[in-house]
């Protein structure tokens, strides 16, 4: 009965601040419609990955049931025993509903996925608000198309590190895209994500400042103020990260052999979409992470669904040459700006390490659909600049027009 009534509780609380941030943000009717599909869509989402993960295995029924073996916790087991970085972060939230209050593992889905879906929201609405135009393929708008893809929903839908990453990243640049109101936002969302995964806590702190420094829209006394704030994190935050890790130094080469050692269970001939990455040359390694699985690849329906978003994330990508202009570089939204900063180290770095498709499809969820929206912005900012440039022509030849006929009325 309890797991009914929290159920019904975060679907009521969801539904509700639907309205209301569309309402906040002007979104038009037919978008805050968007949102209530894509709340229902994601909850369906938190019913199938608790029955594949109950059918194949997984971290997540470890994390709510405290069957994680490798975490070996010294003393009585209380909430705050848990308190850590990495898997015993998850277990510290998982332990008042799990531990004390007795949820049921579908429910502590609901939760986590409540979390994923906010996420995607924050993206949502700020795509909403700040892309000029729109863009189809195939006859499809990307926009709020992109929103409903398999993968932004199924590895953000259930407990797990990989929903409070995509949360917090979300949230962070949600409130770095008003950082004079949203500052505040912007660290609670950075301790979640460093909590959970410190050496994506490194990369996002990392990269917004970068942004910050190469943006025009962030004035010249608060881009050395929140620069100089973000550098100072950075820094701060190194220790911790590398104690974290069990690293001696922050380094891609040091990330590629944790990450290659943390999944040498998954990277074997014994797991269906595992493959020798050694043997790759780099561009292969990038394309590898980046834009597979393909159709060839795909071990089961996930896979092969998968197939045709990275699809068109490989086509989306053969416009950025095109479209790249420093004019649409310095208009882009802070948000995607950071992201993709994020994205380039935290990419580097897992494609030289992950050979498996599965960890691959997940660990990239956190970040891929910056990429997707750079280029999709990219797209949208020139189409716009077209779209101008006619409007300019039409108006140019109206008004010769009317000149031309006015000099003809003038005469008779």
Not at 296 to 320: K, Q
Not at 330 to 358: E, H, Q, W, Y
Not at 392 to 409: D, G, M, N, S, V
Request: proline share 3%.
């Amino acid at each position: 009965m309890l797991d009914i009534l929290v159920i019904l509780l975060v679907i009521l609380a969801l539904v509700n601040s639907n309205a209301s941030m569309a309402k906040r943000f002007g979104l038009p009717k037919k978008y805050e419609l968007h949102l209530h599909y894509l709340l229902a869509y994601h909850i369906f989402f938190s019913f199938f990955f608790t029955w594949y993960i109950l059918n194949f295995g997984g971290d997540s029924q470890g994390y709510w049931k405290f069957g994680m073996e490798q975490v070996l916790i010294k003393g009585e087991k209380t909430w705050f025993s848990y308190f850590g970085e990495g898997t015993t972060f998850i277990l510290w939230l998982c332990y008042i509903p799990s531990q004390l209050m007795g949820l049921s593992y579908l429910t502590g889905n609901i939760l986590f996925g409540a979390l994923g879906f906010i996420g995607i929201r924050y993206i949502f609405v700020m795509t909403a608000e700040l892309f000029p135009t729109n863009h189809e393929v195939l006859g499809i708008p990307l926009f709020p198309t992109v929103f409903y893809f398999l993968n932004l929903h199924f590895w953000s839908a259930g407990v797990g590190k990989d929903v409070i990453c995509f949360w917090g990243i979300a949230w962070f640049l949600f409130a770095i895209q008003e950082y004079k109101s949203r500052w505040w936002q912007a660290a609670i969302a950075l301790f979640f994500v460093y909590l959970a995964r410190p050496h994506m806590g490194q990369a996002l702190i990392s990269g917004a400042g970068m942004a910050i420094l190469l943006g025009s829209e962030v004035k010249i006394a608060y881009k050395i103020v929140l620069s100089g704030l973000a550098i100072t994190a950075a820094f701060l935050l190194l220790p911790s990260t590398l104690e974290a890790l069990k690293l001696e130094e922050l380094s891609f080469e040091a990330l590629e052999t944790m990450s290659g050692v943390r999944s040498q269970g998954l990277n074997t001939s014994n797991v269906g979409s595992g493959f020798d990455i050694s043997s790759y040359p780099w561009p292969l390694k990038l394309f590898t992470y980046m834009f597979r699985p393909l159709f060839v690849d795909a071990h089961n329906f996930v896979a092969f669904f998968s197939s045709f978003e990275n699809l068109l994330y490989l086509w989306l990508s053969l416009f950025i040459y095109r479209n790249w202009t420093p004019e649409a570089i310095r208009d882009m939204p802070l948000f995607i700006k950071a992201g993709m900063i994020t994205f380039v180290p935290v990419t580097l770095a897992f494609m030289n390490a992950l050979s498996n498709l599965g960890i691959i499809m997940r660990m990239k969820n956190m970040t891929m659909i910056y990429f997707l929206l750079f280029c999709f912005f990219l797209i949208a900012y020139n189409k716009k600049l077209r779209i101008q440039k006619v409007k300019e022509k039409i108006r140019f030849y109206q008004e010769r027009e009317r000149i031309r006929k006015r000099k003809l009325a003038s005469r008779e």
